[in-house]
T-cell receptor, first 110, second 114 residues
C-alpha cells in the first residue's frame, strides 16, 4: 500500500528566502508525481506534474525534482513571497488513483 | 467561468438525514473524481468516473452513491448521514483517466453533521 509522507509538516520563513519541501513515498512503482497548492477554504491548484521518466519540472520560481528509485521528490521555491503562503500537497499516481501526503503548511512572513 | 464548481459550499445537517452534493466541470474533461479530506487534512479518493462510467470505487460505505448523468456532471448522494461523515468533499476532473494530465479541483463542500 502506497504511503506518502511530507516533511516538514509546517514551515515559517522570512520573505525572500529559498526553501525546499520534501515528499517521500514507499512504493517506487509510480506513473507520476504531482505537487499542489491549497489555500484556506479553497480547492487544490496543480503546480507541477512530473512523469516517472522525468527528473524535474520547472514553472517560474518553482522547481520540482523526482528521484523515483529512492522514493523522493522535492519542491524548491525560490525567493519566497508572502503570497506563497499556503498548504503544499504532494500526490503520487500508481495504478489509477492519486495518493496524497498530509501536506506542508508554509508561511512566508513579510 | 469557474472550471470545476461544487454546490453547496457549506452543508450543515443532522445525523440520519440524506443529502446531495453537486459537481459540474466546464473543461470538457472525460474523467471526474470525488475526494474526502478529513480533519487531519488527508485527501483520499472515493470515486472516479470516466465518460459516465465508474472506474474507481474505493472502500466507501454504500451509503455514498455517486451519479454521473453526463460527463460534465458528477453528483454525490449520501444516505443516513453519520458524525464521521463530517469532512470537506472535493470534486475534481482531468482530461482523461490515464493520470498523465493534472487534476483540477473544485473549492470543496464543507459538510458538518450535528
Amino acid at each position: 500500500k502506497q504511503e506518502v509522507t511530507q516533511i516538514p509538516a509546517a514551515l515559517s520563513v522570512p520573505e525572500g528566502e529559498n526553501l525546499v519541501l520534501n515528499c517521500s513515498f514507499t512504493d517506487s512503482a509510480i506513473y507520476n508525481l504531482q505537487w499542489f497548492r491549497q489555500d484556506p477554504g479553497k480547492g487544490l491548484t496543480s503546480l507541477l506534474l512530473i512523469q516517472s521518466s522525468q527528473r524535474e519540472q520547472t514553472s517560474g520560481r518553482l522547481n520540482a525534482s523526482l528521484d523515483k528509485s529512492s522514493g523522493r521528490s522535492t519542491l524548491y521555491i525560490a525567493a519566497s513571497q508572502p503570497g506563497d503562503s499556503a498548504t503544499y500537497l504532494c500526490a503520487v499516481r500508481g495504478g489509477n488513483k492519486l495518493v496524497f501526503g498530509a501536506g506542508t503548511i508554509l508561511r512566508v512572513k513579510s | 467561468d469557474t472550471a470545476v464548481s461544487q454546490t453547496p459550499k457549506y452543508l450543515v445537517t443532522q445525523m440520519g438525514n440524506d443529502k446531495s452534493i453537486k459537481c459540474e466541470q466546464n473543461l470538457g474533461h472525460d474523467t471526474m473524481y470525488w475526494y474526502k479530506q478529513d480533519s487531519k487534512k488527508f485527501l483520499k479518493i472515493m470515486f472516479s468516473y470516466n465518460n459516465k462510467e465508474l472506474i474507481i470505487n474505493e472502500t466507501v460505505p454504500n451509503r455514498f452513491s455517486p451519479k454521473s448523468p453526463d460527463k460534465a456532471h458528477l453528483n454525490l448522494h449520501i444516505n443516513s448521514l453519520e458524525l464521521g461523515d463530517s469532512a470537506v468533499y472535493f470534486c475534481a476532473s482531468s482530461q482523461d483517466g490515464t493520470g498523465d494530465q493534472p487534476q483540477h479541483f473544485g473549492d470543496g463542500t464543507r459538510l458538518s453533521i450535528l
